[in-house]
């Protein structure tokens, strides 16, 4: 699962490495026969994954199995970067939501139907779990959301422009879409905020996604905080930064809290599903492909960094290749905190950047 996940979202992330090292000018411009055949969106990944757990199941039936890998095979075709069946992306989106919930409620049935062959009552089920349902949740959320369009109108009035609503309404919908947040919200706050032209990409790469990481707490929250701080930063200096940071911090809490109750409804409701529990399985594998991929964007971007003061690309990205393991290999024998490990490599950084510009 983590090698399907690598090929189907790296080749935007490969192709920038290439043409970085063999000096091959901007990869956008490149005849469309070398444009990647996939590389598709966290959120494609992820409804791929879904599909085929819901579906095939732990089904050993190979027409089943034919079906659902080539339902998928197709979607990811008709949503690549190369167009590809294009005109079926739609169609196929609905085909595979309809089996896919058919699956999983006839899955579900079967399995109470065999509980109660078994003795097993429903209503006492529900009398030992609880029947009401707790409140106080909702009521969180409903604070933060109102807390957040407070924000966000704020960030209107001060701005005059419509991008405060625009940004608030993408780090809601990206929030959402990352699961809980983590480090696989790089990849999508890439796709949400700089593909869109909302935020340069230089300004991500090496401003967020940097310091996003040794940053406290969760880093949904430090890396919207981040987009709308740039975001902000560009519309009308340090205030407006500020208030789009906060408001970039404000969504990804209501979003995650929102998501988390959501989830645990229908974890409730579904926790006899075979499939669920395999949906739970395959996840991380799926993230860890992605995380694959943002590892590459970092290593890119770092290499490109180095090279700017003179040095070969290949020689630049053998730096960076060095730098890592170096980090890699202090953090499991030293065990200091992930911001130690920033200032100190910053430093390093800069001071060995700076020495060597002024050599060349």
């Given at each position: 699962m983590?090698?399907?996940?690598l090929?189907?979202?790296f080749?935007?992330d490969?192709?920038?490495?290439?043409?970085m090292?063999?000096?091959?000018?901007?990869f956008?411009?490149?005849?469309p026969?070398t444009r990647?055949?996939?590389?598709?969106?966290m959120?494609d990944i992820i409804l791929?994954?879904?599909f085929l757990v819901?579906f095939?199941?732990?089904?050993?039936n190979k027409v089943k199995?034919?079906m659902?890998i080539?339902?998928?095979?197709l979607?990811?075709?008709?949503i690549?970067?190369?167009?590809?069946l294009?005109?079926?992306?739609?169609?196929l989106?609905?085909?595979m939501?309809?089996l896919?919930?058919t699956?999983v409620?006839y899955?579900t049935?079967?399995a109470r139907?065999?509980?109660?062959?078994?003795?097993?009552e429903e209503?006492?089920m529900r009398?030992n779990?609880?029947?009401?349902l707790?409140?106080?949740?909702?009521?969180?959320?409903?604070?933060?959301?109102?807390v957040a369009?407070g924000?966000?109108?704020?960030a209107f009035?001060?701005?005059?422009?419509?991008?405060?609503?625009?940004?608030a309404?993408r780090g809601l919908?990206?929030?959402l879409?990352?699961f809980g947040?983590?480090?696989v919200?790089y990849?999508i706050?890439?796709?949400?905020?700089?593909?869109?032209?909302?935020?340069s990409?230089d300004?991500?790469?090496?401003?967020?996604m940097g310091?996003a990481?040794?940053?406290p707490?969760p880093?949904?929250?430090?890396i919207l905080?981040?987009?709308?701080?740039?975001?902000?930063?560009?519309?009308?200096?340090i205030?407006?930064a500020?208030?789009?940071?906060?408001?970039?911090?404000?969504?990804?809490?209501t979003?995650?809290?929102?998501g988390?109750?959501t989830?645990y409804?229908?974890?409730?409701?579904l926790k006899?599903s075979?499939?669920?529990?395999m949906?739970?399985?395959?996840i991380?594998?799926?993230?860890c492909?992605v995380l694959l991929s943002?590892?590459?964007q970092l290593?890119?971007r770092?290499?490109?960094v180095i090279s700017?003061?003179?040095?070969p690309i290949?020689?630049s990205l053998l730096?960076?290749?060095?730098?890592?393991?170096?980090?890699?290999?202090?953090?499991?024998k030293?065990?200091?905190p992930?911001i130690?490990y920033?200032?100190?490599?910053g430093?390093?950084?800069?001071v060995g950047?700076?020495?060597i510009s002024?050599l060349?």
């Amino acid at each position: 699962m983590v090698a399907l996940s690598l090929v189907l979202r790296f080749g935007n992330d490969i192709r920038r490495l290439i043409s970085m090292l063999f000096d091959l000018g901007n990869f956008h411009e490149w005849p469309p026969i070398t444009r990647s055949v996939f590389a598709l969106s966290m959120l494609d990944i992820i409804l791929i994954l879904f599909f085929l757990v819901c579906f095939i199941g732990s089904s050993k039936n190979k027409v089943k199995r034919g079906m659902g890998i080539g339902l998928a095979l197709l979607y990811a075709l008709a949503i690549g970067r190369m167009g590809i069946l294009s005109p079926l992306a739609i169609p196929l989106v609905v085909v595979m939501i309809l089996l896919a919930v058919t699956s999983v409620l006839y899955d579900t049935l079967r399995a109470r139907s065999q509980r109660k062959d078994h003795g097993l009552e429903e209503g006492s089920m529900r009398k030992n779990n609880g029947s009401k349902l707790d409140l106080a949740p909702i009521k969180n959320i409903l604070l933060f959301l109102v807390v957040a369009l407070g924000l966000t109108g704020l960030a209107f009035v001060s701005s005059g422009d419509g991008i405060a609503v625009n940004f608030a309404l993408r780090g809601l919908t990206s929030s959402l879409q990352s699961f809980g947040g983590g480090e696989v919200f790089y990849a999508i706050a890439e796709e949400t905020f700089v593909q869109t032209e909302m935020l340069s990409r230089d300004f991500y790469m090496t401003h967020v996604m940097g310091i996003a990481g040794a940053m406290p707490g969760p880093v949904i929250v430090a890396i919207l905080s981040g987009v709308g701080f740039g975001i902000g930063a560009n519309l009308g200096g340090i205030g407006l930064a500020w208030i789009f940071g906060i408001v970039g911090g404000s969504m990804a809490i209501t979003a995650t809290g929102f998501g988390a109750l959501t989830l645990y409804m229908v974890f409730d409701y579904l926790k006899d599903s075979p499939r669920l529990k395999m949906i739970v399985k395959y996840i991380i594998p799926v993230v860890c492909g992605v995380l694959l991929s943002v590892s590459l964007q970092l290593i890119e971007r770092s290499a490109w960094v180095i090279s700017s003061v003179g040095i070969p690309i290949f020689m630049s990205l053998l730096i960076v290749m060095v730098m890592l393991v170096t980090m890699i290999t202090l953090n499991r024998k030293l065990k200091m905190p992930d911001i130690l490990y920033f200032l100190v490599g910053g430093g390093f950084t800069l001071v060995g950047l700076t020495v060597i510009s002024g050599l060349f």
